[in-house]
């Protein structure tokens, strides 16, 4: 009788009544203690206030219309405007590109990366300890030693690239094989990334990767869930599903810190001039700039194994899903383009490398095309709706050129999709042209030395891939844009030159959809027919 009494309770209407419920409180909570922005600012969406509140939060495909809508109607105006929370989500105040250069000015203080950054990452629970993102070292680390190290880094990318490419796309000259676009580039990415990390042992460690790998997912599915639930409740479950991010990580430092204990052991002996080590060379990976740089600069708990070993997580998370996204859009918009731009990329590659008899940093800069190629995939299949995202940290809040106090807690955002589709920005057309950013490079190439003195320089280099600025925002802008982007281009162009140059492949006849989740496109499965060319480079 009793559970009879109970199934008449546990219904249908009963759990959907339920789940409303739910859905009231967490928006009310959320609503009430989340920071708002001022009221005279203009919302888009269903509006501002509580009830509006509550449409918003279920409105999971609506933010990208929303943006479109309020970056025709006040950005365009040099107005701010209010993109409204949406499944959590806190609500951004969205700056007009004439602001940015203001927004970008101000000091760590006011306006904060990192604090933006380790809210939405959720950075108490997702990175095995909240220093982690809290104190993010590792950027430093890779923004003071990566680039100095390129021309270092381009040989192991020529060992590595070929290896990863082959184990993905295969060696058969006879059958065309189909490969699933993202899929194949979420094996590759994360072993080229690696052997910058951790040597070329390890990123060919297929335990290893998987758990890298299981990390990443593990911080996405502990973030998205704690967005939907009241922050009182954070300390309980974010604890909880963080215990798989450490567990992950656990998995993963059973292979990293054996290396990182014998490479410090390895350099302490070379730097007191044990004669074992007369010969011996240390590598150019982030485990020696770790060391190196903790070291130099008095951070003694940086230097310790276990603290390098957690800073190589969140490099990788920050790397593998985003430069795998890049070259998803990148395949398949050249798959998609006229059959010329495929060759002319191939030309180019073959061309450069005959010239300067292999991989080298110069020769990836000449890749005028390729560079080209990726940047404009950027533009054109943009894979979020906003980029740098800053969070007002001063106390007192901050006034805005527009003459409007912002609270503290407040989040600030730029507009992405909206200027990557701008027409009156790109020349009237904002359709995938692969070209765009190399022709006046190649122009400038081929003009007499007396014409090169009168052109533009300035403007040639602010179209390269690893350029950023006001309207180019998927490395960020200003003093704190991605300092592994210049990592990221050569990975790319490798990869791809290695691809077009080593393999065939169907033209796509059809581009898979665009789907949009909250703020972020959600990539659609897209399968292309490969088949490894019998002359390849190399063997002419």
């Not at 292999?358 to 533009?379: N, P």
């Amino acid at each position: 009788m009793a559970s009879d009494d109970a199934s008449a309770i546990v219904t249908v209407p009963t759990l959907v009544g339920a789940a409303v419920l739910y859905w009231a409180l967490v928006t009310a909570y959320n609503f009430l203690t989340a920071p708002q922005p001022p009221t005279s600012i203009p919302w888009i969406g269903y509006g501002k206030g509580w009830i509006a509140s509550l449409r918003n939060f279920l409105a999971l495909t609506k933010s990208k219309e929303w943006l479109q809508a309020g970056y025709q109607k006040y950005s365009k105006n040099n107005k701010i405007f209010v993109l409204p929370a949406t499944l959590g989500m806190q609500a951004e105040v969205v700056m007009p590109r004439s602001q940015m250069s203001w927004m970008f000015d101000q000091p760590d203080s006011v306006l904060s990366t990192s604090e933006a950054h380790y809210e939405f990452l959720q950075g108490d629970y997702c990175f095995v300890k909240p220093i982690i993102l809290g104190d993010p070292y590792h950027e430093h680390v890779v923004h003071k030693n990566l680039v100095r190290n390129l021309n270092a880094i381009i040989p192991d990318l020529e060992e590595e690239v070929p290896a990863s490419v082959q184990a993905t796309y295969g060696e058969d000259t006879e059958e065309w094989k189909k490969v699933e676009v993202l899929e194949s580039f979420m094996k590759m990415i994360p072993r080229l990334t690696n052997r910058m990390l951790v040597g070329p042992k390890l990123c060919a460690e297929q335990k290893f990767l998987d758990a890298v790998l299981a990390f990443t997912m593990d911080v996405i599915r502990t973030q998205s869930f704690l967005f939907l639930i009241p922050k009182a409740l954070h300390p309980i479950f974010g604890n909880l599903m963080g215990l798989t991010s450490k567990y992950h990580h656990w998995l993963s430092a059973r292979f990293t810190l054996p290396l990182i204990k014998k490479r410090i052991e390895d350099i302490r002996k070379k730097d007191a001039g044990n004669p074992e080590y007369k010969d011996w060379k240390e590598p150019h990976d982030f485990v020696t700039w770790s060391y190196r740089t903790a070291m130099a600069e008095g951070r003694l708990e940086e230097a310790q194994p276990a603290r390098i070993s957690e800073r190589i997580m969140p490099i990788n998370f920050a790397s593998i899903h985003t430069t795998s996204l890049t070259a998803y859009e990148t395949m398949i918009n050249i798959l998609s383009a006229d059959p010329s731009v495929i060759e002319s990329l191939r030309e180019e590659a073959h061309r450069v490398l005959q010239e300067e008899g292999g991989w080298t940093k110069q020769g990836l800069s000449r890749m005028h095309r390729m560079d080209s190629a990726i940047r404009e995939s950027q533009r054109a299949s943009p894979i979020a709706l906003t980029f740098i995202h800053r969070k007002v940290v001063a106390k007192q809040g901050i006034v805005t050129p527009e003459g409007v106090h912002v609270k503290y807690g407040t989040l600030l955002s730029c507009p992405w999709m909206p200027v990557a589709v701008d027409e009156e920005i790109h020349d009237g057309d904002a359709a995938f042209d692969a070209f765009r950013y190399s022709r006046a490079r190649e122009e400038y190439d081929a003009m007499t030395p007396e014409a090169k003195e009168k052109a533009n320089m300035l403007k040639l280099k602010q179209s390269g891939l690893v350029t950023t600025s006001h309207q180019h925002l998927p490395f960020g802008h200003g003093r704190h844009a991605c300092p592994g982007r210049f990592f990221v281009s050569h990975e790319l162009k490798m990869i791809f030159a290695y691809l077009l140059l080593n393999y065939d492949f169907k033209p796509l006849e059809k581009k898979p959809g665009k789907f949009w989740v909250v703020r972020f496109q959600v990539p659609m499965p897209a399968h292309v027919e490969v088949k490894r060319r019998k002359t390849v480079w190399g063997s002419e």
